[in-house]
């Protein structure tokens, strides 16, 4: 799925089924909320933190694809094309960072 197909899957159900968007400042805390599910998981996983029994079921893969919805949403919902918006992004960070991470001691 690209991205312009993901916007145009989410538009669609959010208009089937979700009624409307939440406003714009709530998608915001919405989002807040998904990625720190994410963040959940990565610490108990990845990090130090040992899970807590509500948190095994839990898939890394079913939160990040929450935040990619909320984004979508959000993107929708502002009048953001995310592949162009992406492509202008990925192209800024080439231009800034040719030679940054190459030259990091600290990446070696």
Same mark, same amino acid.
């Not at 108990?44 to 948190?55: F, I, L, V, W």
């Not at 079913?62 to 979508?72: G, H, N, S």
């Given at each position: #799925?690209?991205?312009?197909?993901?916007?145009?899957?989410?538009?669609?159900?959010?208009?089937?089924?979700?009624?409307?968007?939440?406003?714009?400042?709530?998608? #915001? $805390?919405?989002?807040?909320?998904e990625?720190?599910?994410?963040?959940?998981? #990565? $610490? *108990?996983?990845?990090?130090?933190?040992?899970?807590?029994?509500?948190?095994?079921?839990?898939?890394?893969a079913?939160?990040?694809?929450?935040?990619?919805?909320?984004?979508?949403c959000?993107?929708?919902?502002?009048?953001?094309?995310?592949?162009? $918006?992406?492509?202008?992004?990925?192209?800024?960070?080439?231009? *800034?960072?040719?030679?940054?991470?190459?030259?990091?001691?600290?990446?070696?």
């Open positions: #799925m690209t991205l312009e197909e993901l916007q145009k899957t989410v538009d669609q159900w959010v208009k089937k089924y979700g009624v409307r968007y939440f406003n714009e400042l709530t998608n #915001m $805390a919405v989002l807040t909320e990625v720190g599910e994410v963040a959940r998981i #990565m $610490a *108990r996983t990845y990090g130090e933190q040992s899970a807590k029994e509500g948190d095994l079921d839990k898939s890394l079913d939160e990040l694809a929450d935040v990619l919805w909320v984004l979508a959000i993107a929708n919902q502002t009048g953001v094309d995310l592949t162009e $918006a992406v492509r202008q992004n990925i192209q800024k960070k080439t231009l *800034r960072d040719e030679n940054r991470h190459k030259n990091n001691p600290k990446l070696r």
